[in-house]
């Protein structure tokens, strides 16, 4: 079935190119690994960029989504984001954010790899203004590029020390910002 086809493919390249890398993984891995044959790889995707944009797009989408979710469980406070990034951090498969390390491997700030990050990191900057806008903040765009800077730091720290701890030390710098 080409759709289930494309599902497994996609879900192996999500879970390969975010434990290994964009760059370190090949269609030969990507096929062994999926089961998907390659006639079946290029009816769905025209190359491997292809897919890796396919895969943040949807990266994308989940993560806002678990991210808006988590943060309403938490009465959609915006120091409530620090939490979900807490519970997130404390994963054992955590491996940092998969939007800096694919602008990281990619580098070329021109690449659609990087726009798509960037994208999602704008996306996730007016998600913050929103939450801040709401719980009556003054300034909430300016705020919202602040706590921003507060998570991509928590994001890199929490996989350089393995911990959850960056988290909580970002919340507690965005709570005296919001003071």
Request: proline letters at 2%.
């Amino acid at each position: 079935m080409p759709t289930r086809a494309r599902e497994r493919l996609v879900q192996t390249a999500e879970d390969l190119f975010y434990a290994e890398g964009i760059r370190a993984v090949g269609v030969e891995r990507l096929l062994e690994v999926s089961g998907v044959g390659r006639a079946s790889f290029y009816r769905h995707f025209a190359s491997k960029d292809d897919l890796v944009e396919t895969v943040l797009t949807e990266r994308d989408q989940q993560w806002r989504q678990a991210l808006a979710e988590g943060v309403a469980a938490r009465g959609d406070h915006p120091l409530a984001v620090f939490d979900f990034l807490a519970e997130r951090f404390a994963r054992a498969d955590y491996r940092g954010c998969a939007f800096i390390n694919a602008m990281a491997e990619v580098g070329d700030a021109d690449a659609a790899v990087y726009r798509l990050a960037r994208a999602h990191k704008g996306a996730v900057t007016e998600y913050l203004a929103g939450l801040l806008e709401k719980a009556g903040h003054a300034s909430s765009a300016t705020l919202a590029k602040q706590l921003m800077l507060l998570i991509d730091g928590a994001l890199v720290t929490a996989l350089r020390e393995r911990s959850a701890e960056p988290a909580l030390r970002a919340k507690a710098v965005a709570e005296a910002l919001l003071g």
